[in-house]
């Protein structure tokens, strides 16, 4: 009888080694898919965020300087940004949401979404888009970090408790392709094919 219970007792804990050894080995395997799960958010957004530069910054670029103060006025038009005012408009939100996403202030002169009063010529407006997504970069780079806060952004309708990283990353990409489709409009309008729709 206790030649018995030795051998169920020893049964018994090996059987509990072996089930820890697995829960230990379930929650190695699920921190490690989390964090692949992280890079491999961070690496889509950093394609998609190339894709976003390459058009945007080409199709700002192929405007002649002269037609940065073009904004159409036939048809329902009437105070639209120009283009110029356009182009610092989706830096400036890059700006902000990219600054939300990093727990930082936004920079001062990023206005309420209309960037800097200085910024005005085309070279100028180039150097102010490229540098947004530089800063996106940044903001795309820090998700998956613990312990640097989020922050809301009152340009964003994500509430504070919904605001994440990679959902500001992803709001400010939206909007930067959504004003990209209008610069293709005032291209067009203006007799130049988008450089990303050229052959």
């Known amino acids: 009888m206790r030649k018995m219970k030795s051998i169920l007792m020893l049964v018994l ?25 992280a890079e491999r958010e961070k690496h889509a957004l950093q394609v998609l965020a190339k894709l976003a530069e390459k058009v945007i910054v080409s199709a700002a670029d192929a405007m002649a300087a002269d037609k940065y103060g073009f904004a159409p006025t036939d048809g329902e038009f009437k105070g639209v940004r120009t283009f110029g005012q356009m182009v610092k408009h989706l830096s400036a939100t890059n700006y902000i949401l990219a600054a939300a996403a990093l727990g ?30 530089a800063y996106l970069y940044k903001a795309i780079e820090a998700i998956g970090e613990k312990n640097t806060p989020v ?28 004003h990209y489709g209008q610069m293709v409009e005032y291209l067009r309008m203006n007799g130049v094919v988008p450089p990303a729709s050229r052959p």
């Open 13 to 37: 804990w090996l059987t509990s080694a072996i089930t820890l050894a697995q829960v230990s080995q379930q929650r190695v395997d699920a921190k490690e898919t989390a964090s692949l799960d």
């Open 104 to 133: 930082e202030e936004p920079p001062a002169d990023a206005g309420d979404e209309l960037g800097p009063e200085a910024v005005r010529t085309k070279d100028e407006i180039l150097r102010y888009l490229k540098g947004s997504f």
């Open 151 to 178: 922050r809301s952004s009152p340009i964003s309708p994500l509430k504070s408790t919904e605001a994440t990283r990679l959902a500001l990353v992803v709001e400010s990409l939206v909007h930067a392709f959504g």
